[in-house]
Structures are given as structure tokens and as C-alpha cells.
């Protein structure tokens, strides 16, 4: 091979590696910033075929969900994912730090222009809700991810988050 097609092999061989090293960075930073997100969505493949009235939040970490289902079709989607649910003996909190992101920006600007206690409270009491009479699991991972289902039964009202960390 002479020295001219060395070279010629040589440069062509690095576009190739540049090109698929740029394709694989794009492809990356797609799925990893990738949010999907709704209001009022009538199905998600993810969430059970009898859910309605969903409000999500999608991301390549982070699966948060609230919607209407009747309490047997989520209990059969707990199980699905592997989780039986417990009944609820004392109220339980549930926290929405995704899909209610809108809900508590006005407490997020306030304690940017001036931190306090007051606020971060504030700001994490408009992403709870309290359940009384329902059913719920939890099961945390040491890196406090891990997955959250919580059920409504006077709103018939499904929460399900996920987490990796």
C-alpha cells in the first residue's frame, strides 16, 4: 500500500470514528434529557389500561404519576409490578415533586430572592397531599430511590412514583 493510501485510509477511518462517536453523544443526550410529561392524558403505556385523567411525568430516571383508576385495577397494577399494597391505619402523605412542579414555582422563585425556613416549607407542604383512608407501599433504596403507590379510596385516586435515585 503506498503512502498516499495509507493516509487516505487513515483519514477516512477517523471521519468514521468522529461521525459514530457524535451520533452516539447525540443519541445519549436524547434519552438522558428526554422529559415527557402530561395533564389530563387519556393513556400512558406505561400506567394500567383503566387509568384516566393521568398527570405525569416522565424522564429517563423518574416515572411520577397521578390518576383516576378503581381500587382493584390499581391494586392488579401494584401486583403486577411486583408490590403488594398495604391498607392505611394512620393518614399518610403522599408528595407529587414532579407532576405538581407548576404548582409550587411561585414558592421555588420566592426562596431564591430570599431563603428561608418559612419558604422551603411552604414550598414542600403545596407538593403533599394526605390520604386517610386508602392504601399504600413504599420500599426505598439505600440511595433513596426506590418506588411509591398510594391509593385514594374517596377520590379513587392512583399515585405511583419511581425513582432510580
Known amino acids: 500500500?503506498?503512502?498516499?493510501?495509507?493516509?487516505?485510509?487513515?483519514?477516512?477511518?477517523t471521519l468514521i470514528a468522529i461521525v459514530m462517536a457524535l451520533g452516539s453523544c447525540a443519541f445519549l443526550h436524547h434519552e438522558f434529557t428526554t422529559v415527557d410529561k402530561g395533564?389530563?392524558?387519556?393513556s400512558v403505556s406505561w400506567l394500567p389500561a383503566g387509568a384516566s385523567s393521568m398527570t405525569f411525568y416522565k424522564a429517563i430516571f423518574i416515572r411520577e404519576?397521578?390518576?383516576?383508576?378503581?381500587?382493584?385495577e390499581?391494586?392488579?397494577?401494584?401486583?403486577?409490578?411486583?408490590?403488594?399494597?398495604?391498607?392505611?391505619?394512620?393518614?399518610?402523605?403522599?408528595?407529587?415533586?414532579?407532576?405538581?412542579?407548576?404548582?409550587?414555582?411561585?414558592?421555588?422563585?420566592?426562596?431564591?430572592?430570599?431563603?428561608?425556613?418559612?419558604?422551603?416549607?411552604?414550598?414542600i407542604k403545596a407538593m403533599e397531599w394526605t390520604i386517610k383512608d386508602g392504601l399504600f407501599f413504599e420500599k426505598r433504596y439505600r440511595n433513596?430511590?426506590?418506588?411509591?403507590?398510594?391509593?385514594?379510596?374517596g377520590k379513587s385516586l392512583g399515585y405511583y412514583q419511581w425513582a432510580h435515585h
Not at 404519576?65 to 381500587?71: C, D, H, L, P
Not at 409550587?104 to 422551603?120: A, G, S, Y
Open 1 to 13: 500500500m503506498t503512502k498516499r493510501r495509507k493516509t487516505i485510509v487513515i483519514v477516512i477511518c
Open 39 to 42: 395533564v389530563n392524558v387519556k
Open 65 to 72: 404519576a397521578r390518576f383516576n383508576i378503581s381500587e382493584k
Open 74 to 123: 390499581f391494586v392488579d397494577f401494584a401486583k403486577k409490578e411486583g408490590f403488594l399494597l398495604e391498607e392505611i391505619i394512620a393518614p399518610a402523605t403522599a408528595r407529587c415533586s414532579f407532576i405538581d412542579r407548576e404548582k409550587w414555582k411561585q414558592f421555588e422563585i420566592q426562596f431564591d430572592k430570599n431563603p428561608n425556613v418559612e419558604t422551603c416549607e411552604a414550598m
Open 144 to 153: 433513596n430511590g426506590g418506588y411509591i403507590f398510594a391509593y385514594d379510596r
